[in-house]
């Protein structure tokens, strides 16, 4: 009996091969340029702006996992004992995490209603922050506005990726305190321990169905193997630098679904929304801040209304404390998986109109 084995053609190939060199070339750049967050950003620009420009730029599921599972391992290896004592102190900023997010959705959705006369279903799921897939899912069975609601969540991630890190720096703290500088470069053992230790964790929660189950499961297996000692030393620079690269063109490959038009159609109310869960952001961060002491680095990244794989990559190259942030963005991903069904069902409008 014979198996056919699934190879990708000549064409995937290119493909996938031009979208990472053109996400190589950018980030190159950026980080030639001394930006801040210079090998995502840079990346994600550069992949965005030649996928809008009519290259259909895209990145396989094996590719894409491969990635993440890299960006897991690179963010467990910042992992000390000092920081998951810090987790007795999340459950307070967990569950003003959650009024963040509440609160983000429905003054995004309320922005969009009345200043640009999009239906409540529609509104809701475009400014829900982070769970981009589930949003999609849903607005398709409640027949929403799926290209809008697409180019509202693609513009925030890319607005709050490459405008992150220039806050930061602004403000002096891009570079604040690492964790722990990473002691060198595991050995290769060391290091194929970690990479079997990291696929069949994330193999595990992708089985029981965890959310972004690779890159947790990398990221935890990563974080108990240097959290108690058992491996010293990270990724090499290069791993780390391929996986933030590599994140960056993932980004930007979004843009490759949607016409320039389409994108354009929409700006003002992408702007407008990002504007509104910012500020709404910002009062929550501006509250743990007071009654937590905790970096401000730290709290921006965890609070910012982004996707959870770019946050963390940003946590990453910008030595913020990861179990933090991926604390934080975890949460954020579960509240919005759960809580839009239920709000959409109760605030949007009907589903015998959706259907109609």
Same mark, same amino acid.
């Given at each position: 009996?014979?198996?056919?084995?699934?190879?990708?053609?000549?064409?995937?190939?290119?493909?996938? $091969?031009?979208?990472?060199?053109?996400?190589?070339?950018?980030?190159?750049?950026?980080?030639?340029?001394?930006?801040?967050?210079?090998?995502?950003?840079?990346?994600?620009?550069?992949?965005? &702006?030649?996928?809008?420009?009519?290259?259909?730029?895209? #990145?396989?599921?094996?590719?894409?996992?491969?990635?993440?599972?890299? #960006?897991?391992?690179?963010?467990?290896?910042?992992?000390?004992?000092?920081?998951?004592?810090?987790?007795?102190?999340?459950?307070?900023?967990?569950?003003?995490?959650?009024?963040?997010?509440?609160?983000?959705?429905?003054?995004?959705?309320?922005? #969009?209603?009345?200043?640009?006369?999009?239906?409540?279903?529609?509104?809701?799921?475009?400014?829900?922050?982070?769970? @981009?897939?589930?949003?999609?899912?849903?607005?398709?069975?409640?027949?929403?506005?799926?290209?809008?609601?697409?180019?509202?969540?693609?513009?925030?991630?890319?607005?709050?990726?490459? $405008?992150?890190?220039?806050?930061?720096?602004?403000?002096?703290?891009?570079?604040?305190?690492?964790?722990?500088?990473?002691?060198?470069?595991?050995?290769?053992?060391?290091?194929?321990?970690?990479?079997?230790?990291?696929?069949?964790?994330?193999?595990?929660?992708?089985?029981?169905?965890?959310?972004?189950?690779?890159?947790?499961?990398?990221?935890?297996?990563?974080?108990?193997?240097?959290?108690?000692?058992?491996?010293?030393?990270?990724?090499?620079?290069?791993?780390?630098?391929?996986? #933030? &690269?590599?994140?960056?063109?993932?980004?930007?490959?979004?843009?490759?679904? @949607?016409?320039?038009?389409?994108?354009?159609?929409?700006?003002?109310?992408? @702007?407008?929304?990002?504007?509104?869960?910012?500020?709404?952001?910002?009062?929550?961060?501006?509250?743990?801040?007071?009654?937590?002491?905790?970096?401000?680095?730290?709290? *921006? *990244?965890?609070?910012?209304?982004?996707?959870?794989?770019?946050?963390?990559?940003?946590?990453?190259?910008?030595?913020?404390?990861?179990?933090?942030?991926?604390?934080?963005?975890?949460?954020?991903?579960?509240?919005?998986?759960?809580?839009?069904?239920?709000?959409?069902?109760?605030?949007?409008?009907?589903?015998?109109?959706?259907?109609?």
């Amino acid at each position: 009996m014979r198996f056919a084995v699934p190879f990708p053609s000549r064409s995937d190939i290119l493909i996938t $091969g031009e979208t990472l060199a053109i996400g190589a070339a950018g980030g190159i750049a950026f980080a030639a340029a001394a930006l801040p967050g210079g090998l995502i950003s840079g990346a994600m620009i550069a992949v965005a &702006i030649a996928a809008i420009a009519g290259r259909p730029l895209r #990145l396989p599921a094996p590719v894409a996992q491969g990635i993440l599972v890299v #960006l897991g391992i690179s963010l467990g290896s910042m992992v000390t004992r000092d920081l998951l004592a810090n987790l007795a102190a999340y459950p307070v900023t967990l569950a003003l995490l959650a009024l963040a997010t509440l609160g983000a959705t429905f003054g995004s959705s309320l922005y #969009l209603q009345r200043l640009h006369g999009w239906d409540p279903t529609s509104a809701l799921l475009a400014g829900s922050p982070g769970a @981009l897939s589930q949003i999609i899912m849903i607005a398709h069975e409640r027949n929403a506005d799926v290209a809008a609601i697409a180019v509202v969540q693609t513009v925030r991630v890319i607005l709050l990726t490459a $405008g992150l890190p220039l806050l930061l720096a602004a403000a002096g703290l891009a570079h604040d305190a690492a964790p722990r500088p990473i002691s060198g470069v595991a050995g290769p053992v060391a290091l194929c321990v970690l990479a079997l230790a990291a696929v069949a964790t994330g193999w595990l929660l992708r089985w029981v169905r965890f959310p972004a189950s690779w890159m947790f499961g990398a990221m935890l297996a990563s974080a108990i193997l240097h959290g108690t000692g058992w491996i010293e030393g990270g990724l090499p620079d290069g791993g780390r630098a391929a996986a #933030l &690269i590599g994140i960056g063109a993932l980004i930007g490959t979004r843009f490759a679904r @949607l016409r320039l038009r389409t994108i354009l159609g929409y700006l003002a109310a992408s @702007l407008g929304s990002f504007a509104v869960a910012l500020a709404i952001s910002a009062v929550f961060v501006a509250i743990v801040l007071v009654i937590a002491p905790l970096r401000f680095a730290d709290v *921006i *990244i965890a609070f910012a209304p982004g996707a959870m794989d770019a946050m963390l990559a940003l946590a990453l190259t910008l030595h913020i404390d990861p179990v933090f942030v991926g604390a934080h963005h975890l949460a954020r991903f579960i509240v919005v998986s759960l809580a839009t069904p239920g709000i959409v069902q109760l605030f949007g409008r009907p589903q015998q109109d959706a259907d109609d």
